[in-house]
Structures are given as structure tokens and as C-alpha cells.
């Protein structure tokens, strides 16, 4: 079992529905984030939890909510988004600290129609 | 604000030839970290290297050897002997702390590697 797991790996959606993406940690983090990968686009971190609490919102528009129930759990909810919004999201979770670096998923690669 | 370019888009060398991955940073903190990530067609971002900013030591492992230089804020990679396995896109990371919450982890633009038989 992987120590990041991301569902769905893949995800076609119209511009009216609503979904959502999971990522779950099993090393026990106490951090997890959200970041965007569009093609010719740097990954672009869009949220940050620590112990649950949301301490990183980088700008992103209100047609993402995330959601972090517990420490290994990280939802990404998503309605009403635009063709634009069509990439991999990947989730990644750390100790939190300055000196751990972040275990990725292998992400949701989301197309919006 | 923090910033990490990778200037280089991509690059293709024939296997066995050795390449070097540029990384430039910028950052207004004194205490930082500094990753390399490989993400190979899978997808997932595979941890390859953590170096912090106290400590200078260029560091090989394997066929992987990274060379830090705070002076010109570079974090550079090198892949010796290059092989087909190591196609990937590269990325270098910059984590800067923040006070009561998780570290912040800001991504370059990411290198493509190509690695031609």
C-alpha cells in the first residue's frame, strides 16, 4: 500500500457537476497539501493543512473547497469549474516541519468539459 | 518572496553521457530546505534528495550527486552515466517555515529529461 493514495486517478467532469478528489496518508503526517500541475505550468501549491486546520489558502477561487476531517484525510471539492481548470492535482502530505520533505500521490488527472 | 527557477525546459543527451540540472533560488530566510524530486510518466513526485542551508557539502549518491553553493543560490544536480530510466521531469523544491503552521513547499518549473539509447 502506497503511503500517499489519491482517487480517482482519473476524472472527466462537465462544467455543471460537482465532484470530489481524495487523498489519504498511512505515515502519519501532520500536514498534507494540495497542488495543481497544468501542462507548461509550474505546480502550484493551492492549499495547506496542518493538524486539520487550513493555514495556506495561495488565492485559490472558491470553486475548490478543500476539506481535511482528520490528519489523513484531504478531500478537494470541486463545482461549477472551467475547461482552465482541467490538470493533475496532486496531494502530499509531510511532518509538517521545515526539515521533511513532502510524499507525494500520484494524483487526479481531472478534465473539465 | 521565495522563487525557485529551473532554466532549463529540457534536455536530451544519449545515455551514458552525463548531465547536470540547473536550480536557482531566492528566499529572504536564513533556516530553509532545499528537495529534488524526480516524476517520472507515472505521475508521482519520488523524493530524491533534502539539503539545508547550513550545510554546504556537496553530496553523491550513486550516479546522483547534488552541489549546493549558498553564494550564488544554486542548487544544482548531476546525473553521471546517464541512463534511459532516469527520463523524467525534475523538479528542485524550496521549503521555507512557517511560524504555527505546516512548511511551505514551493516548486520550479521542472527540467525534462531525456535520455536517448
Known amino acids: 500500500e502506497t503511503g500517499v493514495t489519491q482517487t480517482p486517478r482519473h476524472l472527466v467532469m462537465g462544467m455543471t457537476n460537482k465532484k470530489s478528489l481524495k487523498c489519504e496518508q498511512h505515515l502519519g503526517h501532520n500536514a498534507m497539501y494540495w497542488y495543481k500541475q497544468s501542462a507548461k505550468k509550474p505546480l502550484e501549491l493551492m492549499f495547506v493543512?496542518?493538524?486539520?486546520?487550513?493555514?495556506e489558502n495561495n488565492s485559490v477561487p472558491s470553486r475548490f473547497s478543500p476539506e481535511c476531517p482528520n490528519s489523513s484525510h484531504l478531500f478537494l471539492h470541486l463545482h461549477t469549474l472551467q475547461p482552465e481548470d482541467s490538470a493533475l492535482y496532486l496531494c502530499a502530505s509531510s511532518q509538517g516541519q521545515l526539515n521533511t520533505e513532502a510524499f507525494f500521490g500520484q494524483g487526479t488527472r481531472l478534465t473539465v468539459v | 518572496a521565495q522563487k525557485v527557477t529551473q532554466a532549463q525546459t529540457e534536455i536530451s543527451v544519449v545515455e551514458k553521457e552525463d548531465v547536470t540540472l540547473d536550480c536557482v533560488y531566492e528566499t529572504r530566510d536564513t533556516t530553509y530546505y532545499l528537495f529534488w524530486y524526480k516524476q517520472p510518466p507515472s505521475g508521482e513526485l519520488v523524493f530524491l534528495i533534502r539539503?539545508?542551508?547550513?550545510?554546504?557539502q556537496n553530496e553523491i549518491s550513486g550516479r546522483y550527486s547534488w552541489n549546493f553553493q549558498k553564494s550564488t543560490s544554486s542548487f544544482n544536480f548531476t546525473i553521471t552515466a546517464s541512463q534511459v530510466v532516469d527520463s523524467a521531469v525534475y523538479f528542485c523544491?524550496?521549503?521555507?517555515?512557517?511560524?504555527?503552521?505546516?512548511?511551505?513547499?514551493?516548486f520550479g518549473s521542472g527540467t525534462r529529461l531525456s535520455i536517448r539509447p
Open positions: 493543512y496542518n493538524f486539520k486546520e487550513q493555514t
Open positions: 539539503r539545508n542551508s547550513f550545510d554546504e
Open positions: 523544491a524550496l521549503s521555507e517555515a512557517r511560524r504555527s503552521s505546516a512548511s511551505k513547499i514551493i
